[in-house]
């Protein structure tokens, strides 16, 4: 199994990012996929997800509004659009297979992570 995430870089603050995150190696709508972050010395937290069998999405309240994420089952990929950036979104960003059912931000739900990628958001 592989989740591989691409898109992360340098914006200034009101910018915008997409993040992409490329998932093989299991059926790919038997499992969610959310997007985790975390800074230096936090805790991972989960800002999105999404159902990749009914496209049900989910939003942490710190994104809300600013995110959107969405799935193209047929290429394995998943986005989430960032929009309005804020520097407290600066974070390595994760994407993460997990259950259909599993808790919103609770990481002992995750069966997969991919590597990461840096989104610094200057102000």
């Known amino acids: 199994v592989q989740l591989v995430e691409s898109g992360g870089g340098l914006v200034q603050a009101g910018g915008s990012l997409r993040l992409s995150c490329t998932a093989s190696?299991?059926?790919?709508?038997?499992?969610?996929i959310g997007w985790f972050r975390q800074t230096p010395g936090g805790e991972r937290e989960e800002v999105s997800r999404i159902s990749t069998s009914d496209m049900r999405t989910r939003y942490a309240k710190s994104v809300a509004g600013r995110f959107t994420i969405s799935s193209d089952n047929a290429k394995g990929t998943v986005y989430l659009q960032m929009n309005s950036l804020k520097p407290e979104d600066t974070a390595v960003y994760y994407c993460?297979?997990?259950?259909?059912?599993?808790?919103?931000?609770?990481?002992?739900?995750?069966?997969?992570w991919g590597q990461g990628t840096q989104v610094t958001v200057s102000s």
């Open positions: 993460a297979a997990m259950g259909l059912t599993a808790s919103f931000s609770d990481p002992n739900g995750v069966f997969w």
């Open positions: 190696g299991y059926t790919f709508d038997d499992y969610a």
